[in-house]
């Protein structure tokens, strides 16, 4: 065992502060990363405030995340010491239920995530990214294309395989008109890739001076969604929309523009449930869906599309010290588009 420094929040109500946190030795098939860049999911503040509840306190957040390996165990393979590395929102699994054997290890019962789930080795909970040095099977560690700025990598590990797995899952391709509504993180990235996939794509946004940014990062239309006589223009017409958003919204606006079979799925994880009026699915055999980021295979895959399309998440680089600012600025919709913690700053405290 070992400590590091992180950032933890104590209660729902308490900001995340300095403290030290043990990280387990390595065993056989673990790798140690020196964290360089750390990602802020709107998941992290949602955990933090304990929105979704089942949070354990202290909360090290932080699932986005990109470093160096400055360790390796007897058995690691695919690592040595001085090579990128990345972890996402999981560090295990069983690796044997029907779920993990077909690289879906999001949905195994027994998931460990990046943070807040059982630490089998250490006891408590797992914590996450905003600290030094972590400590995971290889197994649960990505490859970093070495072509991409870092800072811009780190988002991808959540924001990047929530957005396109389910694109992917969709069939989004050249020919298919996309929606995707909230331009925060999730959202821009789901832009970038619906783009890069040939789609036509339209978003939605509640800030009318994201247009620009919203066109410059891939749509083709952009929609003021409070605007309703702009939103009927599309009413009936979209194959699939991406609905990244944070808080409770009429989810019935965007059912409505559907055409027939088309669907609509929520990677945004609202604390309040939304209310869906039967007619706007039966209306036009519509279906609603839910996705949970993306295993490890298709995240591999993810980051490897984006070295060879040079996609990165647009960042705005910020001091740990800043962090509570930034989930302040987060609930004000003011983020472009994703903030990230240059986790040297972590290192003078
Ligand atoms: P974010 O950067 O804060 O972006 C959310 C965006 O939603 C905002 O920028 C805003 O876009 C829009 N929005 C916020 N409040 C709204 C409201 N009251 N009404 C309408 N639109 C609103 O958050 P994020 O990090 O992208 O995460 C988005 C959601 O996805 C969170 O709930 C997060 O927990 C969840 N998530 C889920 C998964 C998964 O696996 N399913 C993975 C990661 C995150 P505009 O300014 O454009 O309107
Ligand atoms: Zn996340």
């Known amino acids: 065992m070992y400590n590091t420094k992180a950032y933890a929040a104590v209660s729902a109500t308490s900001p995340l502060s300095s403290t030290t946190i043990d990280r387990r030795d390595l065993t056989e098939h673990d790798v140690q990363i020196e964290i360089l860049f750390c990602g802020v999911c709107h998941s992290d503040l949602h955990s933090v405030r304990n929105e979704w509840g089942g949070t354990v306190y202290p909360i090290v957040p932080g699932h986005e995340i990109v470093g160096r390996v400055t360790e390796v165990g007897s058995a690691v393979t695919k690592y040595k010491p001085g090579d990128l590395a990345a972890i996402g929102c999981m560090v295990d699994s069983d690796l044997t239920c029907p779920h993990c054997k077909v690289g879906l290890e999001q949905f195994c019962q027994n998931v460990i995530l990046t943070y807040n789930s059982p630490d089998k080795h250490l006891g408590g909970v797992t914590y996450g990214g905003y600290s030094n040095s972590i400590v995971a099977d290889e197994r649960f560690v990505l490859r970093v294309p070495d072509n991409l700025d870092l800072a811009g990598v780190a988002p991808l590990l959540c924001a990047g395989i929530t957005t396109y797995s389910p694109l992917r899952h969709w069939g989004v391709t050249e020919g298919k008109k996309v929606g995707v509504v909230g331009l925060g993180g999730l959202g821009h990235m789901a832009v970038k ?45 979209f194959d699939f929309i991406l609905d990244t958003v944070s808080a409770k919204h009429d989810i019935n606006a965007y059912l409505n523009l559907l055409r027939l079979d088309g669907n609509i799925t929520l990677v945004g994880a609202p604390e309040k449930p939304l209310d869906v009026a039967a007619f706007s699915l039966i209306m036009a055999r519509r279906s609603l869906s839910g996705s949970s980021i993306g295993g490890i295979a298709e995240t591999q895959e993810m980051l490897d599309f984006c070295g060879k399309h040079n996609i990165t998440a647009d960042v705005e680089v910020v001091p740990i010290q800043k962090v509570n600012e930034a989930y302040e600025r987060l609930l004000k919709s003011d983020v472009k588009y994703r903030f990230v913690i240059d986790m040297a700053s972590l290192k003078s405290e």
């Open 193 to 237: 890739f619906a783009h890069a996939f040939g789609a036509h794509v339209v978003v939605f946004t509640t800030s009318p001076d994201k247009t620009e940014d919203a066109l410059r990062l891939g749509a083709d239309e952009v929609v003021v969604s409070r605007n309703a006589e702009e939103m009927q223009k599309h009413a009936g017409s």
